[in-house]
Each structure stands twice: as C-alpha cells, then as structure tokens.
C-alpha cells in the first residue's frame, strides 16, 4: 500500500477518535486531560492547635504558642492565605497572619487575667475553620511560688 493513503487512513481514525470523545464525553478534551487544582481551604481538614494549654501564668509574659494549619479537601496545605484569630480573653501578638508554604500561620497570646480563651480561626475568604481551641491562664502559679517563699 501507499504510504500516503496509509498516513491518511490513520489521520482519519485519529480525527474520529477525537470527533467521538467530544460528542460523548460532552466536554473539551483540555478539561478532560488537565489535573484539577483545588486551592480552596477545607474547614474540617484545617486544624488550630497550640501549646501550652493550660496552666500558664495570667502575668501579660507568659504565652501560649498558637499555630494554624489551612489544609485543602485533598489534604494539600494552602500557602498565602490570610488567618485571622478571634479570642474570648488576652492579648494577640497580631491579628492576622499569612501563612507559609506549609499552610501554616503562627500566633502568641498572653493574659493579664485568668481564665479560658476561646480560640476559632477565620481563613480568607471567611472559611471558619471547624474545630476551636481553649487556653487557661491561671494566678495559682503565682500564689503557689508566693507562698513558698514567704513560709
């Protein structure tokens, strides 16, 4: 056979292949090859965790270290997504912050008073994340090395 009638013959089946697969398929072929992104942060799969949690001084010095994970639905982390942290009581260092390639963000509060603070994290564009946290700030500490020294 020729070699031309032979290339031509396969141009034909591999223009049908594609004229088929967007008839059947219903949708362009960029769409059906290309891997989908997803970059929007998932609630649930996000987490706030922090440390310590409890027992630290209510004294405006000592902090708790706060750290935000924005994870998509595919279990990817998010980088530069702006975190924002609301708390019940204390100080933030800052109220927002970016987070890094990791899809982390880091806070630090600190009390003057004690009690619990309750923590929830907001992540652009308003994505509450699920889970919240509590941090206990406490004088007992304090009384407890006041007590020691003046007995």
Same mark, same amino acid.
């Given at each position: 056979?020729? +070699?031309?009638?032979?290339?031509l ?55 708790s ?17 702006l ?64 007590? +020691?020294v003046?007995?």
């Open positions: 056979m020729d +070699k031309k009638l032979v290339a013959i396969a141009l034909f089946f591999v223009s049908f292949a594609f004229f088929t697969a967007a008839i059947v398929f219903k949708e362009p072929i960029v769409n059906l090859t290309r891997a989908k992104e997803d970059l929007e942060p998932s609630p649930v799969r996000s987490k706030i965790l922090a440390w310590p949690l409890s027992y630290i001084m209510a004294n405006g010095a000592s902090e270290v706060i750290s935000v994970f924005v994870i998509s639905e595919s279990d990817r982390p998010l980088a530069n997504r975190v924002t942290l609301s708390n019940s009581l204390g100080k933030l260092d800052k109220a927002t912050e970016t987070t890094n390639k990791s899809g982390k963000a880091t806070f630090k509060l600190t009390s003057n008073a004690p009690g619990k603070a309750e923590i929830e994290a907001t992540v652009e564009p308003d994505i509450k994340i699920a889970s919240k946290i509590s941090i206990s700030f406490e004088w007992i500490l304090l009384m407890k090395k006041i007590t +020691k003046v007995i």
